[in-house]
């Protein structure tokens, strides 16, 4: 997907879509490189690189939250929910001929719903951005919980030095990586880069499991807890702060009528949705229970941040140097894949109206310094992944993947919803309203206990 050239003068109207499609011209008075039609696998790759980010890193402590066995059955739960939400999606834009979320939600909902849709977009991916940032924090310059310091690469290679600390490295990290990165108006010239990001993340995925098998032989491993233990200490509250994490690892929504409108033959959405969701929860089931094997009741919540300590097996600081560095650059290199819809998204919140950003180079070099601003004050001022994903997974997130897609087959303004599409997509807001609001009301009180013992 790319931007082409043309005339300042067109402007946006409501049903625009938020991300642009393919070659067709006059949509946006713009044109894009024409292809023939992505093919199964190649959509597969580029819906299971919108779903596999940051969120892979904390699924280790929800697994540590909730058991193996519930987090299991819960990461599998919320897979399933997801390929439905997403049906819904695409039946009813496949009917209406709509070939955007956004566009979706305001023939459905009107003005309103277009901007609630592409604030929930900004929102989700500015949080998932700084969760971004933070993780490359925490992996090159170490970061400290309950009191204990885990080092960072850069600190374990060079000792503490004022050049390696969060805020310079972050800086230089900003500066020299990503502003290049996001400075490009085609998402088809990052491609390269996502390819590289997701062989990275293979890369971690098979050393963790890799080393916990060995371990496991070894019988060096712990014996993990099958169900959450409930006590004076553990609320059955505090189980629900696991629910946004989860909903987080599995929005692509934004990016799925991207992926369907570059299709010849439509009819493989369904299948390609399907195969993606397979292949992110075999991972995400896979990097949580054989972390958490590895880490026991230490896995912390970015549990890259673990990686500094003895594996009790053969070379293992480099292993430890491999598994982190190689999924710090993955995160870099995603980093501005998820930066191009947030862009959009925020452009079009500000500037309705307005011709496409790319083609105003000073208001796309203002709003991207101003982003990249944002997220990074941000990233040094957060604690940890956690309370980044608990904000954003049961807020915007939570919008985005289930009560959006459920509310809009509830209207049904296209005439495909059958009664057990409106049971499930009741159950479905029912379930997310909940859960969030419990989440977020016990994260509430733990930040306020958390300042009462300082």
Known sequence: MG?????????????????????????????????????F?????????????????????????????????????????????????????HEG????YGRLMGDSFGRWGRIALQASVVINNLGVMIVYMIIIGDVLSG????????????????????????????LATTIFVFAPLVSFKKLDSL?????????????????????????????????????????ENNSIWELFTAVPVLVTAYICHYNVHSIDNELEDRTQTKPIVQTSLALCSTVYVATGLFAYLLFGEGTLSDVLANFDSDLRIPFSDVFNDVVRVSYVVHVMLVFPIVFFALRLNFDGLLFPTSGHISLDNRRFTIISISLLVVIYL????????????????????????????????LRDSYGVATKRD????????????LSNLVALYTDALNIIYRKAEV
Not at 155 to 163: A, I, R, Y
Not at 392 to 401: C, E, K, Q, R
Not at 422 to 433: E, G, H, R, S
């Open 422 to 433: 409106k049971i499930l997509a009741v159950t479905m807001i029912v379930l997310a309203v």
């Open 378 to 409: 941000a990233a040094n001022f957060i604690p940890s992944i956690w309370d980044a994903f608990q904000v954003t997974g049961a807020t915007a997130a939570v919008l985005i993947g289930f009560i959006f897609p459920a509310m809009i087959i």
């Open 41 to 93: 696998s190649g959509a597969v790759f580029n819906l299971s690189t919108t779903i596999v980010g940051a969120g892979i890193m904390a699924l280790p402590a929800s697994i540590k939250m909730l058991g193996i066995v519930p987090g299991i059955l819960m990461i599998v739960l919320v897979a399933f929910l997801t390929e439905a939400s997403i049906d819904m999606l695409l039946r009813c834009s």
């Open 143 to 170: 970061t400290s919980t309950n009191g204990v310091h885990h080092r960072g690469v850069f600190e374990g290679w060079f000792g503490s030095q004022l050049w390696n600390s969060r805020p310079v490295v972050l």
């Open 3 to 39: 931007i082409g050239d043309a005339s300042p003068s067109e402007t946006r109207d409501e049903a625009m879509p938020l991300l642009p499609f393919k070659e067709e011209q006059g949509i946006l008075g713009y044109s894009i490189h024409e292809f023939n039609g992505a093919s």
């Open 191 to 231: 491609k390269y880069t996502s390819a590289i990001s997701v062989a990275l993340a293979v890369v971690f995925v098979v050393i963790t499991a890799g080393i916990a098998i060995v371990r496991l032989i070894q019988g060096t491993a712990e014996i993990p807890k099958l169900f959450p233990k409930i006590d």
């Open 97 to 100: 001929e709509i070939t955007s």
